[in-house]
């Protein structure tokens, strides 16, 4: 007896908790695209060579996909900046509903990095324009609203290290000790990135309220790291990032060679669950809590 009620109640739990995620299990489909790059006329000092116009009208007016340094010099390190969308035909959207989120890669910053002669430091502003769209296409008329900031400002500032071991700024907390870098070198570079950017960003899609926010993921040859540790790097920034910054650190090769360091930009969609969805959810735990006890006594 006593196992018959544990059994109808997790049935009732069960049910009461399909209920509560069918509400809205029919998935939406949302289309999307990214535009980004450098822009010229904001790097502080004008020591940059800037390559690839960003000629697309839907990006940031001014905007490069490379930039060199130092200009004039050779050789010279550069960055790169690649940007994706959902696909002419539509083959990568978002696929979302009231229960399940979704995660797409949105850009993807490359550092090639070769052993200059001179260790710069620069600031460059990186404009962004992530939409959000209804239909495949991706035209303007159709974007979800509100959509994502457009031509939301990433800063980016740059530390050109030493190529001498010994003078090269490793940060103290290093995760790899005090003879390596957080990307595992003896002279990794540095750039930090403003990230207010990143969301999150409210919105509402077939009646449904979602939140949209950006992260960094560094691939080959880079590393996220913040460090905490008190006083100035050698060229006389505080090692540890402001609030709203994050510092990612590339590997940069001993003894001459290039090194090539990536980090991807993904964005995610995620429900906001609905009061109801909630408790319907609560009631089912709600449910099986009172089974089991039931079976304990």
């Known amino acids: 007896m006593k196992r018959n009620n544990l059994l109808k109640a997790l049935a009732t739990a069960a049910t009461v908790v399909t209920l509560g995620l069918a509400v809205q299990a029919d998935a939406s489909i949302i289309y ?21 116009p960003v000629t697309d009208p839907k990006a940031p007016a001014s905007a490069f996909a490379d930039i060199a340094w130092v200009s004039g010099s050779s050789p010279q390190s550069q960055l790169n900046i690649a940007t994706y969308d959902s696909g002419v035909l539509g083959e990568n959207p978002f696929n979302v509903n009231g229960s399940t989120s979704d995660t797409k890669k949105i850009a993807t910053l490359t550092q090639t990095n070769r052993g200059i002669s001179t260790t710069p430091t620069f ?5 962004g324009i992530f939409r959000l769209y209804t239909n495949v296409a991706r035209t303007l008329g159709n974007q979800i609203s509100p959509p994502s900031p457009d031509a939301s400002i990433t800063n980016i500032r740059f530390w050109e290290t030493p190529n001498a071991p010994a ?27 403003t990230t207010a950017g990143f969301g999150p960003v409210l919105f509402t899609f077939e009646g449904q309220l979602y939140e949209l926010f950006f992260d960094l993921i560094p691939g080959v040859g880079a590393a996220a790291f913040d460090s905490t540790a008190l006083g100035n790097d050698p060229t006389g920034q505080p090692w540890d990032p402001p609030p709203g910054s994050r510092d990612i650190w590339t590997l940069e ?12 930009v993904y964005a ?10 909630i408790t319907l959810l609560g009631l089912g735990l709600f449910g099986i809590a009172v089974g ?5 006594k």
């Open 268 to 277: 995610t969609i995620r429900p906001i669950p609905e009061p109801g969805t």
């Open 167 to 193: 003078a090269s700024p490793i940060p103290p907390d290093s995760p790899n000790g005090p003879g390596a870098g957080p990307a595992g070198g003896v002279n990794d570079d540095r750039y930090r990135l």
């Open 32 to 52: 999307w695209d990214q535009f980004a790059g450098f822009r010229q006329g904001s790097e502080i000092p004008a020591i940059l060579d800037f390559s690839a």
């Open 123 to 127: 600031t460059v502003d990186t404009p």
């Open 253 to 264: 090769p001993v003894g001459g060679g290039i090194g090539t360091s990536q980090v991807d």
């Open 292 to 296: 089991m006890r039931k079976r304990r």
